[in-house]
């Protein structure tokens, strides 16, 4: 099975960029759909953004539309999240997560899932 790892998050004032990682081990990364999900204490898990395995269809949630880029680079067996004009609101533990069919918005169709990066953005 595949593992995984996200890195790239800090803390960043608003209106500031950052981008995470998802490096894949294990199993090539190649054969999997990955999604970002964020958790914010007290608050639900929360779409972000998902891409396909071959990077051709991405979908990401209203919040952080025109502001979040998905993409992945297959060779490096590494999905990214390029986050700007970042909000407090998008304060959060972010997670990725994979699956070996499509890309998906809910989180219960991942059956792998990193440990998570926190990402705080000041006011």
């Known amino acids: 099975q595949v593992q995984l790892v996200e890195s790239g998050g800090g803390l960043v004032q608003a209106g500031g960029s950052l981008r995470l990682s998802c490096a894949a081990s294990g199993r090539t990364i190649s054969n999997y759909a990955v999604g970002w999900f964020r958790q914010a204490p007290g608050k639900e898990r929360e779409f972000v953004s998902s891409i396909s395995w071959t990077g051709g269809i991405t979908y990401y949630g209203d919040s952080v539309k025109g502001r979040f880029t998905i993409s992945r680079d297959n060779a490096k067996n590494t999905v990214y999240l390029q986050m700007s004009s970042l909000k407090p609101e998008d304060t959060a533990v972010y997670y990725c997560?994979?699956?070996?069919?499509?890309?998906?918005?809910?989180?219960?169709?991942?059956?792998?899932w990193g440990q998570g990066t926190q990402v705080t953005v000041s006011s």
């Open positions: 997560a994979a699956r070996s069919f499509g890309a998906s918005t809910t989180n219960v169709s991942y059956p792998y």
